[in-house]
């Protein structure tokens, strides 16, 4: 828990970078206490800070016939039990004001899906519970328009405010990279994070399900530790061919540690 206190003081620095990783959404108790087992056994082993990830309902599916989760509450208390027996922070979406005030009872950092970082009753809502506020920068977005959203977060107060870039709009089924967007969010002045699972989405596809490109996974992370990115967003999962949700981007939980090692490596060639 420590780690988020620290990460926000002025004087804060780190040879490593932080970590947001777990499966998409809360499938059930077996998953998310096998993935989190494992990400915690890294964590320990690599010194790179975690904060463990899991949406406890998903809002934004392509499909009305999509899995969005097993019930708000049985998933939250899920994810408290996992925050208790491993004794490491969370993070999990908000999509509506009343989600910021119930989600803040049981979770460390409220993220705010891309697609809505752009309202400001959400933001204003999230940043009030005194919570860290992840924003995800819109696949509609410059780089720069997230100064914006950042702004609506430090107008209550809350300076506990990261930005995530997750690629942006090409065409009508694919997203694109673009890493300047890094350098300039990180002029901020607040941690910059890059989603390497959603970055690879192949959204609006004719099944109603989204696709992605996971065997990019490395490149996409490789290049967001070169460019300065001070976390990473991995979604993950024991088995992503049977998930429940955004399967098609998440990369096997069995081939987290060797990226990770690979990572360390690039990120302690920069500094």
Do not use: W
């Not at 998409?24 to 989190?36: G, Q, S, W």
């Not at 400001?120 to 506020?133: C, F, M, Q």
């Not at 969010?185 to 989204?210: E, R, W, Y």
């Amino acid at each position: 828990m420590d780690f988020l206190k620290e990460l926000f003081k002025e004087n804060y620095s780190a040879t490593n970078f932080f970590l947001l990783a777990g499966p998409c959404v809360v499938e059930n108790r077996d998953i998310l206490f096998r993935t989190a087992e494992k990400l915690v056994e890294i964590s320990e082993k690599l010194k790179i800070p975690l904060v463990f990830k899991s949406s406890y309902t998903k809002a934004n599916r392509s499909s009305v016939n999509s899995f969005t989760g097993i019930g708000n509450q049985q998933a939250l208390e899920l994810l408290a039990e996992v925050k208790t027996q491993f004794n490491i922070p969370l993070v999990t979406d908000i999509h509506t004001e009343a989600d910021a005030e119930l989600a803040a009872q049981y979770v460390d950092v409220l993220q705010i899906p891309a697609f809505l970082c752009r309202q400001t009753s959400l933001l204003i809502a999230a940043a009030k519970t005194g919570k860290v506020v992840n924003i995800k920068k819109g696949q509609f977005l410059s780089p720069e328009a997230m100064q914006f959203a950042q702004q609506k977060v430090q107008s209550t107060g809350n300076e506990k405010v990261m930005l995530t870039e997750r690629g942006t709009t090409f065409g009508y089924q694919d997203l694109i990279v673009d890493y300047r967007g890094i350098p300039i969010m990180k002029q901020f002045g607040k941690p910059v994070i890059m989603d390497c699972t959603h970055a690879l989405q192949q959204p609006n596809q004719a099944s109603g399900v989204t696709g992605g490109k996971p065997e990019l996974i490395e490149t996409i992370a490789k290049c967001a530790i070169a460019a300065g990115a001070d976390g990473l967003f991995i979604e993950t999962h024991p088995d992503p061919s049977n998930a429940l949700s955004d399967g098609a981007n998440m990369l096997p939980l069995s081939e987290i540690q060797s990226l990770m090692e690979k990572l360390i490596r690039v990120r302690q060639a920069i500094l």
